[in-house]
């Protein structure tokens, strides 16, 4: 039996169905009446007994609740409950996810290789963000990612839950090793060595591993299945595509040395789903990045693609129509294989296969590109947009470039007369890219800003 909900959460939340137990923390359903949202609120199960110890809670708590990342569910309060004294405990208020988790989904079957590189790069880059506010996770498992309702990207997206037993990174390791779920458990986890990154990442390799083939690497009882990462690697069969099965292989190597980091995880991790888009044609390798996996984790890492559009750059849209005389202007994200639109001015047309995107040029060589008249441009031949607006003509575009170098999309103006755009015009087109960067950058920031507490 769950124990009962303490005054002080009871009193600022309405407490609904259990949805969640263990043998740390219960998790309940329940709603916001202020902000008028779903919540799901994890009360611990453990208390703490001496003052030092809620201080520690505390301030791990806030740490975690500081934490925003598209592949971790947020947290909007945590605190430790003192109503009795003589037994505080620590309580989690987090986003209700709508969804299942990896755990149910795998019931129905395992996942693509290219879903579960996908879905590994996002969770890589949670756990790279985990890691550089000084904490590990340290229960990497199937229960333990939330799988979002698809958006538009039509991606397998996910999200890192139960911070539970979370841990400071530095902090000395328990004396036994069945902290965390045991078929997860790194080989040094299981030898009682303290705490690193490399634990998290060898976890995930192993969630990932299970994923793509619906098997436990290391079934059997605790002492059974801790013990054998120990003598052996888990095995890889045939049917996982090469160059994942190599990701998969590093991240689970049993030396945490030869591990790659949470962020060169995600960025292998992308470079198996290109692999895959690759040798199922799907992208032509013509029009990919020369660093076309790290694009894609700056793609992930701007976190647009399942958001609506903010005002902000729909007002941009608004200026560079006046500004540049023109009927329409698209802004653009270029995902693995497709191109998304931010803002696509009313056409019938949400995103168009990477193989026919307008900005797909734009995105491999980092410079955008003119045309007078479009159905005399080869580029062009059988384009969605045009097919949806035949009367289409001039186009002009310039890159979408994050801070750090990479082109992840484009913003475009086209005319429904013939024309040749002039150099200001291009300028022009360039300094509003810039602006539509800063807009999405300052989202970002401003998100963080406000889970900073």
Do not use: C
């Not at 849209?317 to 006046?322: F, K, M, S």
């Amino acid at each position: 039996m769950p124990q009962p909900v303490p005054p002080a959460v009871a009193g600022r939340y309405r407490i609904g169905e259990v949805i969640g137990r263990g043998g740390r923390a219960t998790v309940y359903e329940a709603h916001d009446p202020l902000l008028g949202r779903k919540v799901a609120l994890k009360l611990s199960t453990a208390t703490a007994t001496s003052p030092e110890e809620v201080r520690l809670q505390q301030a791990e708590a806030r740490l975690i609740a500081g934490l925003d990342h598209f592949a971790l569910t947020t947290l909007y309060d945590a605190g430790v409950d003192v109503g009795d004294p003589e037994q505080p405990r620590i309580y989690l208020v987090m986003e209700r996810v709508p969804g299942s988790d990896l755990r149910q989904r795998l019931r129905e079957g395992v996942l693509t290789p290219a879903q579960a590189a996908t879905l590994g790069s996002d969770l890589a880059q949670g756990l790279e963000a985990v890691h550089e506010a000084g904490f590990l996770h340290r229960d990497v498992k199937p229960a333990n990612v939330l799988l979002v309702r698809r958006g538009p990207s039509s991606r397998i997206r996910g999200k890192l839950t139960d911070f539970g037993i979370s841990t400071i990174i530095g902090a000395a390791g328990d004396s036994e090793f069945t902290t965390g779920t045991v078929a997860y458990l790194a080989p040094e986890q299981v030898l009682g060595q303290d705490p690193t990154p490399a634990w998290d990442v060898y976890a995930l390799g192993l969630v990932l591993l299970e994923a793509v083939t619906g098997v436990v690497a290391f079934p059997g009882d605790v002492e059974e299945s801790a013990l054998a990462r120990l003598d052996r690697d888990p095995e890889i069969p045939d049917s996982v595509p090469e160059v994942l099965a190599r990701v998969l292989r590093s991240m689970t190597a049993r030396d945490p040395a030869d591990r790659p980091t949470a962020a060169e995880a995600s960025v292998a991790l992308q470079d198996a789903f290109v692999a895959g888009l690759v040798e199922a044609r799907r992208v032509d390798p013509d029009v990919l990045a020369d660093a076309e996996p790290e694009r894609l984790a700056a793609v992930r890492r701007v976190s647009v693609l399942d958001t609506r559009t903010d005002e902000a750059v729909e007002r941009i849209v608004r200026l560079a129509r006046r500004l540049l005389g023109v009927p329409l202007v698209l802004v653009s994200i270029v995902d693995g294989d497709r191109e998304w639109f931010l803002s696509h001015g009313g056409l019938d047309v949400a995103q168009v296969p990477r193989n026919a995107s307008f900005a797909a040029e734009t995105v491999s060589t980092g410079k955008g590109w003119t045309s007078t008249d479009l159905t005399e441009d080869p580029r062009a031949d059988g384009h969605p947009v045009l097919l949806a607006d035949p009367a289409l003509r001039a186009y002009a575009a310039a890159p979408l470039t994050t801070f750090d170098g990479f082109t992840i999309g484009a913003i475009a103006a086209l005319d429904r007369e013939v024309r040749a755009f002039g150099g200001e015009e291009v300028a022009d087109l360039a300094d509003l890219a810039a602006l539509t960067m800063r807009e999405l950058d300052l989202r970002l920031l401003g998100r963080r800003v406000l889970f900073d507490r």
